[in-house]
């Protein structure tokens, strides 16, 4: 079977420790690895802006000593001749043993596994997953804080329309990790995103009211989502939310987000969450707390902190290669991550419905590759971008 | 000598068989080749929009072990600094040892040639030629249909600046194959690629009229071409068009191309002809022909096509591989491909008289290099460009 | 410690020389050092369009059997994000092992050394300087006319905003070699150059008034400096120029470059020099000069002169490639270049002061990174891009 890497639900939890080690054995001699996977051609398609993912894969695949084609700017590529991803995929594919693709649109990586004969990385499809940063995420907070099901780590900033975030929240409640989801007003995680959560097996959600730091988490508009083993299952409708006081909270991690601009399509939006400073980590929670991001930043650390040794978006940068190399000798063949399963398909396909999402790839692009599933509730969504579909009328 | 491949009449027929073969011996073992050029760079050199041919020749050349440095973005060059390609091919060709060059202009290639040390490979040159993919073609048509003189490819769409059917009518010429030609209105085969055909040896030309298919051939401005061995020699000046029932035809490829809009110079253009779909091909003259395209299709081809045997337009740009390998190690000298000569040259250099064409190298960009010949008839043509240039005044 | 190139500085004359000697060892066998190497990786971040530089960069490291990852569109990275060059640079040096970065602020290379892990080459930072070209420029006189200090070099054309002649200047002084500055009015060679120029040991600065060559020299607006050892210091202040004829000298070489379009603030320019061409060169001054320019050329030296055996701009381009492949090996620890030390450091660090240059990296993009320093004649300039900072009101 093709080894595809397009949502972080590919890998069970032992293959990801497995990668992990791995990952480890790689970094201790980096350069010492350059003929790992020779004669093996890597495609680095971005089809959107990109620096740090697009550089972080070629790095890995050419210290495994692959080599690599790159076609980075939708300006001087095929597609303003106008060439849909469906024909640009299927080429490069036959270029090449391995496509990496970062593309706006929402699915646009599943489509691309599901045309390509060898194996599909997503680097980013618009706002929905970008798992391969999740390896990342989660290499850091396992190489600076311990085993990940001990943790209790705060996702802070756009978690809305940061993929990365979508990616890591499913990847932290598989691990049994606590997750405190804290988002300006409007721009708290997507409904597709928190279903998912919501129907993972020893995963509750409740909205929480934190009362102290009221200057952080009084501010108008705040939205704070607790999402952990121990919350109660279901919800009451309309219950009060869990009243929650940070000070009793141990946080071994924040993971911070910019405000995705370029996703947001017509609103307005500032941010009113404070940017994380010397002053914001001055509070006992964060005073253990290793500051994250996915970078790159434009304002939501001060850069004040990048001396701090609690600042870890740099170090957490850099083991992007080393868990890349590990990701790309996997989808190559040339390792092998134990036999155990992945997670269960969200997803249940079936007939009836059309998406509906115009970041999706099968609106904006494919039109003839929509499909829809079910998911563990019985709701019908799409099968590319997870967004909800409207039952067809008349079923 | 300087291996160039300016056109694809660099090569001669036994030459074109002797790369195919080895095409097919290094597809039996694509990742087996990482030792055939080592220590060989190659410029990649686009400056004009591309991802197929580009990542191609790239994909080609690291699969064979060498190493390639790219310019492809015209807006992040020196072009912009407003550099002329005479300069920029100079500095390339002093950097590596193969140049592979894309450039808007007609002769852009030959000129490049001209003043480079190393072997230049023609990508592309304005409206005029593009010989990698026309191998890349034949080498489908031969591996799908086997000997090329036997078969009748139909060559459907922008014939006129479609560079590609430039290059392969003459290569199916050559081969004694059958081209049946049919263009939209005002886009059919232009004047100098016409005049050359009619003048090689064993090919006739004559317009015809198709009496059958009225729904495709008998739309306003549909123009058709035989082009072929038995096709009398000379036409009839005012001779009526053949008369053609494609019934009686048994078409072995159609050849569709899309309508260059980037080339039209402010005309206005619809296309007329219809899109090739299930419909179209279910006529008895196409049940057995393969459908090609070098792609990018822009609604040419109906996605509808792509699950049909007969659409081999992937596997066409599959197989721009192989033989672009095999070029490639040709061009680095690594192969002996007969001593067989080339055709001969299509002009014989004179003076007098200066090239026209907006759309040559020499008229844009390069007046410093004009220079004429004159063709088998004595007519008097631009060496680089190919178009007509006016005799002399008083000569 | 680091092996940085920022500045021609940064090496010692002997090491200038080590290194021109193991150029011309790779030279004489290009395709044999594929296996310099092997393993690492080459970060070329071009945030400012290049074609020369980068490729020439690009196939200096993989004919060392290196490997290269490469950005090279402003348009197309995490800078239209809104990322600053302290957090790129430091992202891209945690995945390489060296980084050649070109910016358009002044003193960016300085900062990206100060940050980066491994080592960075200055590939051009503003107006400020470009320390590679020089070593080609060097390498190039040293190649045609033999040792550098028996030479006298014209430099030619916009002596303010071209970077190139910024760093040659220092180092043909260093070398004891005579320049004679000859600009444009207006765009002589800034006052940071002179200045540094003019407290370097044996060195002295005159400004000239040329007598004969009419046609060239007694233009409106066109200044001249002699730049020399011979040149008796210090100028009396509202001395009378030196009066030269230029018949008297043997000049070896001329290094033309072209108006800086893209660094002028506003300011309208037209170039009053007249061109180089066969004319120019026949004055007996320049009958054994060679014709030098850093390319890319916009019309300041004739074409005519291509076919000249003095014109030796294109071997100079071609000598790029080992000389950078010598000196990639120098920072990626390969050889050592002798222990002689290189120059002082110009500026020694204080405290006081703020730079108001707008092309300053630390003005324009980073402010947190400001620092300045004294030169050796206690002036108080920005550690970074150079410029005169004001001293400090109260100070």
């Given at each position: 079977?093709?080894?595809?890497?397009?949502?972080?639900?590919?890998?069970?939890?032992?293959?990801?420790?497995?990668?992990?080690?791995?990952?480890?054995?790689?970094?201790?001699?980096?350069?010492?690895?350059?003929?790992?996977?020779?004669?093996?051609?890597?495609?680095?398609?971005?089809?959107?802006?990109?620096?740090?993912?697009?550089?972080?894969?070629?790095?890995?695949?050419?210290?495994?000593?692959?080599?690599?084609?790159?076609?980075?700017?939708?300006?001087?590529?095929?597609?303003?001749?106008?060439?849909?991803?469906?024909?640009?995929?299927?080429?490069?594919?036959?270029?090449?043993?391995?496509?990496?693709?970062?593309?706006?649109?929402?699915?646009?990586?599943?489509?691309?596994?599901?045309?390509?004969?060898?194996?599909?990385?997503?680097?980013?499809?618009?706002?929905?997953?970008?798992?391969?940063?999740?390896?990342?995420d989660?290499?850091?907070l396992?190489?600076?804080r311990?085993?990940i099901?001990?943790q209790t780590v705060v996702l802070y900033?756009?978690?809305?329309?940061?993929?990365?975030v979508?990616?890591l929240a499913?990847a932290l409640?598989?691990f049994?990790a606590r997750v405190l989801a804290?988002?300006?007003?409007?721009?708290?995680?997507?409904?597709?995103?928190?279903?998912?959560?919501?129907?993972?097996?020893?995963?509750?959600?409740?909205?929480?009211?934190?009362?102290?730091?009221?200057?952080?988490?009084?501010?108008?508009?705040?939205?704070?989502?607790?999402i952990?083993?121990?919350?109660?299952?279901?919800?009451?409708?309309?219950?009060?939310?869990?009243?929650?006081?940070?000070?009793?909270?141990?946080v071994h991690a924040i993971y911070?987000?910019?405000?995705?601009?370029?996703?947001?399509?017509?609103?307005?939006?500032?941010?009113?969450?404070?940017?994380?400073?010397?002053?914001?980590?001055?509070?006992?929670?964060?005073?253990?707390s290793i500051?994250l991001?996915?970078?790159?930043?434009?304002?939501?650390?001060?850069?004040?902190?990048?001396?701090?040794?609690?600042?870890?978006?740099?170090?957490?940068?850099?083991?992007?290669?080393?868990?890349?190399?590990?990701?790309?000798?996997?989808?190559?063949?040339?390792?092998?991550?134990?036999?155990?399963?992945?997670?269960?398909?969200?997803?249940?396909?079936?007939?009836?419905?059309?998406?509906?999402?115009?970041?999706?790839?099968?609106?904006?692009?494919?039109?003839?590759?929509?499909?829809?599933?079910?998911?563990?509730?019985?709701?019908?969504?799409?099968?590319?971008?997870?967004?909800?579909?409207?039952?067809?009328?008349?079923?």
């Amino acid at each position: 079977m093709k080894r595809d890497f397009v949502t972080i639900d590919d890998l069970s939890d032992s293959a990801l420790a497995s990668l992990m080690d791995l990952a480890d054995r790689i970094r201790s001699n980096l350069r010492g690895h350059a003929a790992d996977l020779p004669g093996y051609l890597m495609g680095s398609l971005f089809l959107e802006p990109s620096t740090r993912t697009r550089l972080s894969f070629e790095a890995s695949m050419l210290r495994l000593g692959g080599r690599v084609i790159t076609s980075s700017d939708p300006d001087t590529s095929s597609s303003v001749k106008g060439e849909t991803l469906a024909d640009t995929i299927r080429i490069v594919d036959s270029y090449v043993d391995v496509t990496v693709l970062r593309h706006p649109c929402a699915g646009a990586a599943r489509l691309a596994a599901r045309l390509a004969r060898g194996p599909v990385i997503n680097a980013g499809d618009g706002s929905h997953e970008h798992p391969s940063q999740t390896l990342c995420d989660l290499y850091t907070l396992r190489s600076e804080r311990g085993p990940i099901a001990a943790q209790t780590v705060v996702l802070y900033g756009d978690l809305r329309y940061g993929r990365t975030v979508h990616s890591l929240a499913r990847a932290l409640v598989r691990f049994g990790a606590r997750v405190l989801a804290i988002a300006d007003g409007g721009l708290s995680l997507p409904e597709f995103v928190v279903d998912d959560l919501a129907g993972r097996p020893g995963c509750g959600i409740r909205e929480v009211r934190i009362n102290d730091m009221e200057d952080v988490f009084r501010r108008r508009g705040v939205e704070a989502l607790l999402i952990a083993p121990e919350v109660t299952l279901p919800p009451a409708v309309g219950a009060a939310p869990l009243e929650l006081n940070l000070r009793d909270q141990k946080v071994h991690a924040i993971y911070v987000t910019r405000l995705q601009k370029e996703r947001l399509r017509g609103e307005a939006h500032g941010t009113s969450l404070p940017i994380l400073d010397h002053r914001f980590l001055r509070s006992p929670t964060f005073s253990d707390s290793i500051v994250l991001h996915p970078l790159p930043r434009v304002g939501e650390i001060a850069r004040e902190l990048d001396t701090d040794p609690r600042a870890a978006y740099f170090r957490q940068a850099a083991l992007g290669v080393p868990i890349r190399m590990a990701l790309l000798l996997w989808c190559c063949g040339m390792v092998d991550l134990g036999a155990k399963a992945a997670p269960p398909a969200r997803l249940e396909a079936c007939t009836g419905g059309a998406c509906a999402n115009l970041g999706c790839i099968t609106v904006k692009e494919e039109p003839g590759f929509a499909e829809v599933g079910r998911d563990s509730d019985g709701r019908l969504r799409c099968l590319f971008c997870e967004e909800r579909v409207s039952e067809p009328s008349g079923s």
